[in-house]
DNA sequence: TATGCCGGGGT
DNA sequence: ACCCCGGCATA
């Protein structure tokens, strides 16, 4: 299949190489990851409100222990304003400043308080737990951790008996504090749904991971084998297809993106938004909020989102090392691609959307060539694959690399031959395709062996003497041409 | 498994 | 350019 260009690059060309050392960087990353989450998650150095939350709970449970205050976007609390007390839902806490910005309901008032000002009504765990999968949430950690953050709030409600209450809340206030930051409300997205959503319709089990350092290398390394290959990233490249949803989902990318010091921010795809954000849930709500109205429940509008935005990667510096994330997509030509193909995607590879490129091509297009492509997508998933979701699309394109991304790896005289004698008409075509197939066209072109006798048979091996010089070179026979 | 031959390397 | 060979696809 086309797969023997890659193969054969893998060989001796020194893209085989490089493909290859990204799977090693899995598992550095998963180690790396994690090492960094301990470290860091006391400060909640970074941006993230979910990763650094996820930290600090999940990954080091016994940060709660200190006396910090921590609020959580959504969460419920009461602060005194105008000589009463109102209860509010925070929208973001700066540690920094050790303020908190608290939306007040019941006077649609955001509110800006220190965090002293802050009364707690109740824990964060709580409120993750029975939403979410709470994933960060280790079920192992004892009621007593999460009663002692507890305990500072004066006059807590019980926390069940405000359950309904807060879903409210939080969904008004959700409602409400769209415009605010994307990243603070990390979590509280996450939890509300939107990541588990996408989880749920890819991929199972990797949720548990998402939070803290995920274990990013063991589902995806197995996932498709073709696509998927050197499991390296495998979130990215390889897995892509099938597990690909983690990479993305994860908001692994910041710690990863320190360490190989690529930014991973997502791009609103919508014509002239081009939004950055830092996490994907705060590009999914924008798309979703900013560009598809504001349905929180309707799913397929959930799934659109994700064709509207795309990951991008900025390198702040360039780094040889196998980096987690880019690893496979190491170089800039993957970096670039999911950039590149992402913006036409929507159109392209949508999965929904069937009519894009096939119309043109198929139709016109040879049967042979055809096929061709097909056997491209096969190792060249990055153009093609996307059609499960954006994420996907990415990280197909990564995968697919392992051989094939070479992508440009030059057409072969003998492909378009191939071509030819299937049809004269097509020379246009022809270009078109070729062009269209990003990876190569390899497939068609090797010579489909003769019906003619060749020197070996004729001669025999024992002959070898006599063999014409293409045979003795173990080329197309020259001699007996079919 | 044998064969055909491509992609490459060495000289 | 010549010679070889690893390796893959196909019969």
């Not at 950039?339 to 894009?356: D, Q, R």
């Not at 022809?430 to 010579?447: D, E, F, Q, W, Y």
Request: hydrophobic share 30%.
């Amino acid at each position: 299949m086309a797969s023997i260009l890659s193969k054969r690059l893998g060989k001796r060309s020194l893209l085989g190489a490089r493909v290859c050392t990204p799977i090693l960087c899995p598992d550095g990353m998963s180690v790396e990851s994690a090492g960094d989450l301990a470290v860091s998650a006391p400060l909640g150095a970074y941006d993230s409100g979910c990763y650094k939350e996820c930290l600090e709970e999940g990954a080091c449970p016994t940060n709660l222990s200190t006396n910090r205050f921590k609020l959580y976007p959504g969460q419920k609390v009461y602060i005194t304003h105008n000589g009463r007390e109102w209860a509010g839902l925070v929208e973001q806490h700066n540690h920094i400043d050790d303020e908190v910005k608290v939306f007040v309901l019941e006077q649609g008032l955001h509110l800006c308080r220190k965090t002293e000002d802050v009364r707690l009504a109740e824990t964060p765990k709580h409120m993750g737990v029975p939403m979410e999968q709470s994933l960060c949430a280790s079920p192992a950690m004892p009621a007593s951790v999460a009663q002692r953050s507890v305990s500072r709030s004066i006059d807590v409600p019980k926390r069940r008996s405000d359950a309904v209450e807060m879903d409210e809340m939080m969904a008004a206030m959700v409602l409400t504090s769209l415009s605010c930051t994307p990243q603070v409300t990390c979590d509280l997205w996450k939890e509300s749904g939107d990541v588990s959503d996408s989880g749920s319709s890819t991929t199972s089990g990797h949720w548990s991971v998402e939070c803290g350092a995920s274990t990013p290398s063991p589902p995806h390394t197995e996932a498709s084998p073709k696509y998927t290959n050197e499991g390296f990233n495998a979130s990215h490249v390889d897995e892509g297809f099938e597990t690909d949803p983690d990479p993305f989902l994860l908001d692994e990318p910041a710690p990863r993106k320190r360490k190989n010091s690529v930014k991973v921010m997502y791009e609103c795809l919508w014509p002239n938004c081009g939004k950055l954000l830092r996490s994907i849930v705060g590009i999914k709500r924008h798309v979703k909020t900013q560009h598809l109205g504001d349905g929180a429940d309707s799913d397929q509008r959930k799934r659109e989102e994700d064709f509207y935005y795309t990951e991008v990667q900025l390198k702040e510096e360039a780094e040889a090392e196998s980096t987690p994330r880019s690893p496979s997509t190491p170089t800039t030509p993957l970096l670039i691609q999911p950039m590149m193909a992402k913006p036409e995607t929507p159109a392209l590879e949508v999965p929904n959307m069937e009519p894009p490129l096939p119309s043109a091509l198929s139709q016109s297009a040879p049967g042979s060539f055809w096929h061709i492509q097909a056997d491209h997508a096969y190792q060249a998933l990055p153009s093609i694959q996307i059609p499960v979701s954006p994420h996907i699309f990415t990280s197909i394109s990564w995968a697919a690399a392992p051989s094939a991304l070479p992508a440009l790896s030059p057409i072969r005289s003998r492909s378009l031959s191939f071509s030819e004698q299937q049809q004269q008409q097509t020379p246009s075509i022809k270009s078109h395709l070729i062009v269209a197939s990003p990876p190569r066209a390899t497939n068609g072109s090797r010579k489909v062996r003769g019906e003619a006798k060749k020197c070996r048979k004729v001669y025999g091996i024992e002959h070898r003497d006599q063999w014409c010089t293409a045979c003795r070179w173990k080329k197309a026979c020259q001699r007996f041409l079919d």
